[in-house]
């Protein structure tokens, strides 16, 4: 069945750096857009970034200039880079998969915690 695994998230200080990586299995990667989401407490879940199956690449305005969204389809993977963090930037990180051939996929979460 079609799995995605969210890792590298963790604890760090306001303006250190985190890469978080969503690695898929049991699908076809390369057809499927790829988004980057988070949800603080108490707050409903945010778009941070997302990449195109063409590679077309979008980002909320909070994160613009310091995250990077990639995708490496021989891995099955898609990372967030995330540079100049901000301890507004907490939250739990999901990936997520869409294709309009099927229906979308979410990974169970990465904790992000910024300290100021």
């Known amino acids: 069945q079609v799995q995605l695994v969210e890792s590298g998230g963790g604890l760090v200080q306001a303006g250190g750096s985190l890469r978080l990586s969503c690695a898929a299995s049991g699908m076809i990667f390369s057809i499927y857009d790829m988004g980057w989401y988070r949800q603080a407490p108490g707050k409903q879940r945010e778009l941070v970034a997302s990449?195109?199956?063409?590679?077309?690449?979008n980002y909320a305005d909070s994160v613009e200039g310091r995250f990077t969204i990639s995708r490496e389809n021989a891995k099955n993977t898609v990372y967030l880079q995330m540079d100049s963090l901000k301890p507004d930037d907490t939250a739990v990180y999901y990936c997520?998969?869409?294709?309009?051939?099927?229906?979308?996929?979410w990974g169970q979460g990465t904790q992000v915690t910024v300290s100021s």
């Open positions: 990449i195109t199956r063409r590679g077309t690449t």
């Open positions: 997520k998969a869409t294709s309009g051939l099927s229906r979308d996929y």
